[in-house]
């Protein structure tokens, strides 16, 4: 098939967004607003968002921070801990504002120290979920330090996803960034209420990318890129057009010195290119014509939300990824800084 030289598609939303705090958040909001109609916004502050008064005093200061002119809705989440009630859960459901719970197993990635320790524990919050038509949003990786970390996501899919989806049928579950031929094949073969998430730089990386002629901790990231045959199986699953795979970027900025260092942190931020970096993706497969579906109909459709109807447009027009942009008072250093993308996003339309 030969390639447009534009392609115009629903407005696009971003179902696992990290957008900080502070100025950090004021500096990085501005590249998904120009995007994205809607965001899930993740909640591992610090402290974590944890409750729906502090979620809705964060959604404020989203929106006080973007730029003038952007209609960007901001979907807001709560951190899973054990302590978490479902008393909490009604609240959140109350307020409108709350679209879902992050669980994130406790030491999994980025302040994640607050985490669930025992999902057994939190078997009423997640059948009141259920009753309350709030997502459940996994970071899908074992912590056990005998597993290796190759194996997290594989092992969590065995030992405590599979389980968790059979015992809530109700509850509908998002398994994020999902970056394994397992977690492809499980999402298939589950049910309606399971869906998954797939990043741009799982589809558009493997583990070497990072690893071969020097380590690149830009491409650092948790669940850490996989083995090429893996990066495979998320392209195909990507634009097989399947409804419960959608576009999730997870970008995830951290300041230049906090990725350059001897324990750096994980985490690729994507957000100032995120829908030109899934073209690629799927014009690398031959497949522009799913990327709608993919981009902007089917995570709506699963979070029960209406389509956009706004109009973006990407062009094919070579252009080069600047070498770091502002994060605050320092720099975030992109993914695929330096390097050329092929399309690029020129505007909004009604």
């Avoid at 003038?68 to 901001?74: I, L, M, T, W």
Wanted: charged letters at 20%; aromatic letters at 8%.
């Amino acid at each position: 098939m030969s390639l447009p030289d534009e392609l115009t598609i629903a407005q696009p939303d971003d179902w696992h967004l990290h957008l900080r705090d502070g100025a950090a958040m004021a500096s990085v909001i501005g590249h998904s607003a120009r995007q994205f109609a809607r965001a899930i916004i993740m909640p591992n502050l610090r402290p974590p968002v944890t409750t729906t008064v502090a979620a809705l005093a964060y959604r404020e200061r989203l929106r006080a921070a973007l730029p003038a002119g952007h209609g960007f809705e901001p979907l807001m989440t709560l951190y899973l801990t054990d302590q978490t009630t479902a008393a909490e859960i009604a609240t959140a459901r109350t307020s409108g504002a709350v679209a879902a719970c992050k669980l994130y197993p406790a030491g999994a990635t980025t302040n994640s120290q607050d985490g669930v320790t025992d999902l057994e524990r939190l078997g009423p919050v997640f059948a009141a979920m259920g009753e309350q038509g709030l997502a459940l949003l996994v970071h899908g990786e074992v912590t056990d330090p005998d597993v290796d970390i190759f194996d997290r996501e594989d092992r969590f899919i065995d030992e405590r996803l599979a389980p968790l989806v059979e015992r809530f049928p109700g509850l509908r579950v998002v398994f994020e960034h999902v970056t394994t031929t397992a977690a492809v094949a499980f999402v298939r073969g589950g049910p309606a209420t399971l869906a998954a998430t797939i990043t741009p730089h799982h589809l558009l990386y493997n583990r070497n990318a990072m690893l071969v002629g020097g380590i690149r901790p830009h491409l650092y990231c948790l669940p850490v890129l996989k083995r090429e045959r893996h990066r495979l199986a998320l392209v195909e699953a990507a634009v097989s057009g399947h409804p419960r795979f959608f576009l999730g970027t997870d970008s995830a900025p951290h300041p230049v010195e906090g990725k350059e260092c001897g324990c750096g942190c994980a985490g690729a931020f994507s957000a100032h290119a995120a829908l030109e970096f899934y073209a690629q993706a799927f014009a690398q497969a031959d497949a522009l014509d799913r990327l709608e579906g993919f981009a902007s109909h089917f995570g709506a459709d699963f979070y029960g939300l209406p389509r956009n109807t706004a109009r973006v447009t990407l062009r094919r027009e070579p252009w080069e990824i600047p070498p770091d942009y502002p994060l605050g008072p320092t720099r975030v250093i992109p993914m695929g800084a330096g390097t050329r993308l092929d399309w690029r996003l020129l505007a909004a339309a009604q």
